[in-house]
């Protein structure tokens, strides 16, 4: 008898069905048993003081124009989620009895929560405006370069592109590690976007909207120095002003150094903020 063609040919597909969705539930599987470490949804009415600090400032970087302060005014919730907001606060007077022109916020997870290897990642929109500079970042506890920084998310005021940067022993400040993810016009910065950072003992793979932008790995690190990141991170949300970074990129240096008039105007108008829907830090 011979063997029936149709019936040989179903089993055969059938089999194959079966067997990439046994797969795909095994990946599924794997990608559900991810431990959450930390997450925050900005559910509560205000920060989460057992999760987060608020940071005043003491020590000055990059030129950038405002100055830390804990304050309602720079950082609130709104809506489910948290938002950071510069200030025009001309001549205002730092703890260390300097002058700056801008308050804005910076919070940051240290002592209270870090971590070493992982997934990092929070979803963000942004205000369009050259000289604006909000980041999303990780930094390690002891000294700088020498305990890394990886920058997940940074942002200078042009809405079409964000970027990722990796500073550590060796390569830092102008870091040759740093790279753009450019948007389409229908779907940039001021849009939401999930900016996520997949940190292993060997690599460091930055990810928006879950695709890959960006690969740093130990043996590219140990090309220029040492690998700065076999030790523990915390978080950062900050939103700076100006600065070392926007000036290169705009080339402004007035009203004030990196940043516009119609920036100027906006922030006056508060309408230049940072907001985050969620935090959220996973492990394997």
Known sequence: MKPNIRVSVFIIVAFLSVNVMAQNNQAQQKKAAKKVIFFDDFSAQKLDRTKWNAEITGNHFNNELQAYVDSSATFFIQNNALVLKPCYAPGFVTKDKQ???????????QNKFDFTYGTAEARIKLTEGAGLWPAWWLLGNG??????????????????WAS????????FGETPFVNRQYFPANN??????????????????FKYDGVMMFRVTKTMANHYGKWSFDNSKFLILNFALGGAFPVKINGIKKPFYGMLESTLDLIKQQKATMTVDWVKVTQN
């Open 188 to 205: 940039d910065v001021t849009q939401w976007h999930v900016y996520a950072v997949d940190w292993t003992p060997e690599s460091l793979i």
């Open 164 to 171: 990722a940067a990796v500073h550590g022993s060796g390569y």
């Open 143 to 160: 000294l700088w370069p020498e305990t890394g920084e990886i920058d997940v998310m940074e942002y200078v005021g042009e809405k079409d």
């Open 99 to 109: 002058k700056f022109d801008f308050i804005s916020a910076r919070l940051n997870t």
